[in-house]
């Protein structure tokens, strides 16, 4: 037993006997980016497809029959062409051939609603379940939560890497230990901010999130995004932990005529903030190159915007010059450090945002302990 006490391949292989003739379901992440032209579909990017590899062809060198199945797209509850499985099953048949894919999970609406027709339906002549589904194991959808209570059941290899990396930054991280959040709405990661502060020796907050605590602290904002009713909840959190606590020195944003500007932490009226300033970018770069352990989630500022993508890209840089040990949680982060070119800098791009989030802030997630009960969880 690994990590977490949850199953691994190995756990499910003694459990079963042998794997050789066995049918076994593999919950996948193929939720891929899709590019449509006309009634073509295609596939941007196969990275979700090559990551569950390593499972699927441990399973087939051990003689099993494998059955995946995946969510893609929000089809809300019935079939609909535009999230066919189609284009992904044709790259699929490309690198693992003989590899099955059901069609797109929720095509059902019992698949978000953990409905018990739906498990029975997905272990129908199967022998044994893996989720390899880090992105999609935050939620108790049917096919996440269900089979294990049913079938023997493991985690694949890239649920066990997400796990054993992400689970020690909440217990035995290197220190010092450094998260930089950021991102634009600061009620999705409260939670996560909450729990970093009893562990992390300093968490630098970006993005639009930033404006939030400068309103806590009576600031001006201008026209900058923010949330009100959160206000409180981020004063409260200033009060716990000033000193842990960095937020940015200067910001780039908009003035009222729409002209690029570097303010200071109190924004004129009509001003509106969005990236981190240099002064900030250098001092957050310097809190992470003194980490020994970095966690980053969220961008700096607008960075789809050039013109605000300078923070972003200096948290970034120093991400990817640290001699530290570094994680960066999926969603926005993964992409902007794949735009600059330095994904290959890190040592862990987890493949779900917020399920990366939710398990450093909880220490587990639904489709974790579904696995770790197994079939005593019934009922
Ligand atoms: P999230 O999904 O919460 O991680 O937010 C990511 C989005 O936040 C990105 O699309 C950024 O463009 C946006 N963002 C970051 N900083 C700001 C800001 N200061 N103002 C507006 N949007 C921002």
Not at 236 to 247: D, P, S, V
């Amino acid at each position: 037993m690994s990590a977490g006490g949850i199953p691994t391949l190995e756990d499910l292989e003694t459990e079963l006997g042998s794997l050789a003739g066995k049918r076994i379901l593999v919950r996948t992440d193929f939720n891929t980016p899709l590019e449509r032209e006309g009634d073509d579909v295609r596939i941007t990017d196969d990275f979700r497809i090559r990551a569950a590899l390593p499972t699927l062809q441990w399973l087939q060198e051990r003689g099993a029959t494998v059955v995946t199945a995946s969510h893609l797209g929000r089809p809300e509850g019935r079939p609909d062409p535009r999230y066919s499985m189609e284009p992904v099953r044709v790259r699929l048949g490309e690198l693992a051939p003989g590899v099955e894919l059901l069609e797109n999970l929720r095509f059902d609406p019992g698949e978000e609603g953990n409905d018990d027709a739906v498990i029975a339906g997905l272990v129908e002549g199967i022998d044994g379940y893996v989720n390899d589904a880090f992105g999609a194991s935050h939620r108790a959808h049917a096919s996440i939560v269900g089979p294990p209570r049913r079938v023997p059941s493991a985690m694949g290899r890239l649920l066990q890497r997400e796990v054993e990396i992400l689970l020690p930054l909440r217990t035995a991280p290197k220190r010092p230990f450094v998260a930089v959040l950021g991102g634009a709405k600061v009620s999705d990661k409260l939670g996560v901010i909450g729990a970093l502060l009893d562990t992390v020796d300093a968490l630098a907050i970006g993005g639009a999130m930033c404006f939030t605590f400068f309103a806590a602290q009576g600031h001006s904002i201008g026209d900058s995004l923010f949330e009100p009713d959160q206000v409180g909840t981020c004063r409260g959190l200033l009060e716990r932990a000033a000193e842990a606590i960095h937020l940015p020195s200067d910001i780039v944003g908009l003035t009222a005529e729409g002209e690029v500007a570097t303010f200071g932490t109190r924004l004129p009226e009509g001003a509106k903030g969005l990236d981190i300033g240099p002064g900030s970018a250098a001092e957050f770069g310097d809190v992470v190159m003194e980490a020994r352990t970095v966690f980053w989630n969220g961008p700096m500022g607008m960075f789809e915007d050039e013109r605000f993508a300078a923070g972003t890209r200096a948290v970034a840089q120093a991400v990817a010059n640290t001699k530290a040990f570094t994680v960066v949680g999926g969603g926005d982060s993964a992409a902007a450090l794949a735009a600059f070119g330095l994904d290959d800098d890190v040592d862990h791009v987890s493949t779900g945002g917020g399920a990366s989030l939710e398990l450093l802030e909880l220490g587990d997630l639904p489709g974790l302990a579904a696995l770790r009960e197994g079939r005593s969880g019934d009922g």
